[in-house]
């Protein structure tokens, strides 16, 4: 079946430090990936999706590839900071199927 | 324009109580969504609605667990007796009906259920 998995938590980094995120999945046919978050106390959000194949999403410095050959979609940004402390979640979805599969989230905390 | 506006935040039950969620979606969204996150875990669909129809119920555990979308608006979702592993985040969301590229799904804060 359909599923994602993603890196473990929880990660802790300092400030200004690279971070990545690992996120795989297993699918028939070409999902739709995405990145939400959810930061304390706050439903989640879209964070930054990709459609096809090769796509590369983006957003509040974020990036993410779809990597069809690998079945991958790692999260990465350049220098994070204190305020990017949140639970990430990697998902797929089908726009067919209208129903968005979840990984298991990975909690993130940046130390000033 | 408000977001997808749930509750209550949080609720305490004991086991074989009932149990009523609420949900009031972005207006104009006629998809609307319950999921329920364990802990630890990413959340998992329960129901999808589109308009008043529930078109995808199987993860929905229907002896305990009922739903409705009267007028195709706002949702409750009802556990009835709750067991103590129903205990999770019960999130909602809506979108557009049509999920093209440029749409997404809107989740409200979540209810938190804590059933001893």
């Known amino acids: 079946g359909n599923s994602v998995t993603q890196m473990e938590g929880p990660v802790t980094l300092s400030e200004e430090a690279f971070l990545t995120i690992n996120c795989t999945y297993t699918a028939t046919g070409y999902p739709s990936l995405f990145w939400y978050v959810q930061y304390p106390g706050e439903g989640l959000q879209l964070l930054l999706k990709?459609?096809?194949?090769?796509d590369k999403g983006s957003n509040k410095g974020f990036e993410a590839t779809y990597r069809k050959e690998t079945t991958s979609f790692h999260l990465e940004k350049g220098s994070v900071q204190v305020s990017d402390s949140a639970v990430y979640f990697c998902?797929?979805?089908?726009?067919?199927?209208?129903?968005?599969?979840f990984g298991s989230g990975t909690r993130l905390s940046i130390r000033p | 324009e408000a977001g997808v506006v749930q509750s209550p935040r949080y609720k305490i039950i004991e086991k074989k109580q009932p149990v009523a969620f609420w949900c009031n979606p972005i207006?104009?969204?006629?998809?609307l969504y319950w999921y329920r996150q364990n802990l630890g875990q990413g959340p998992e669909l329960l129901i999808r609605?589109?308009?008043?129809?529930?078109?995808?119920d199987s993860q929905l555990p229907k002896d305990r667990f009922s739903a409705e979308r009267l007028k195709g608006v706002d949702s409750t979702l009802k556990i009835q007796p709750a067991e103590l592993g129903d205990s999770a985040v019960y999130l909602c969301?809506?979108?557009?009906?049509?999920?093209?590229?440029?749409?997404?799904?809107?989740f409200g804060q979540g209810t938190r259920l804590t059933v001893v």
């Open positions: 969301a809506s979108s557009h009906g049509y999920r093209g590229p440029d749409t997404e799904a809107f």
């Open positions: 998902a797929l979805e089908y726009s067919s199927a209208s129903k968005i599969i």
């Open positions: 609605y589109e308009n008043e129809e529930a078109v995808d």
């Open positions: 990709a459609t096809k194949a090769d």
């Open positions: 207006s104009g969204h006629n998809t």
